[in-house]
């Protein structure tokens, strides 16, 4: 279970998106999810940012070595990784998106599979950038660090 302390700012029923912060395809679900989730309850953090590489450092120390794309961490400390951080995501969104809960009956070896191959791939197909960008103002309050 990872402890996550950022000044109180994460309240119960909230989780913690980490996400590659240079990843085109990675931001660009970071701002696709903010605009369906509206209710603020996912938290955003690069993991480039310190806030990220404090949590990293403490999922290595857990045997988690080696993320490098998406993680999900609920109030509570428990860690999502790979497949099942956007079909949990989808639940928290509006419209027809919980309705992607329905690929929860595929393997999870098999939903992770097709997840690791578009995350080796995500730099080739979608680029890079040099920074994280952070959209808007009124955004950042869900930002952490």
């Known amino acids: 279970m990872i402890k996550i302390d950022h000044r109180g700012e994460i ?3 909230e ?8 990843c085109v395809f990675c931001e660009s679900y970071m701002l696709f999810l ?6 603020g309850k996912v938290r955003f953090a690069a993991l480039q940012s310190k806030f990220g590489a404090d949590l990293l450092n403490q999922l290595d120390q857990l045997g988690f070595e080696g993320l490098d794309s998406v993680v999900l ?11 099942d951080v956007g079909l949990t995501l989808s639940k928290l969104m509006t419209g027809l998106w ?3 809960q329905v690929f929860l009956i595929l393997p999870k070896g098999f939903r992770d599979r097709i997840y690791d ?6 730099y080739d197909w979608f680029g890079k950038k040099e920074i994280c960008e952070i959209p808007t103002a009124a955004d950042k309050k869900r930002f952490l660090d």
Do not use: T
């Open 117 to 122: 191959w578009i995350a080796r791939n995500r």
């Open 15 to 22: 989780v913690v998106l980490l996400y590659d912060g240079i």
């Open 34 to 39: 903010m605009k369906r989730e509206p209710k």
């Open 98 to 100: 919980p309705l992607a």
């Open 73 to 83: 961490i609920d109030s509570d400390g428990q860690v999502l990784l790979k497949s």
């Open 11 to 13: 309240k119960p029923g």
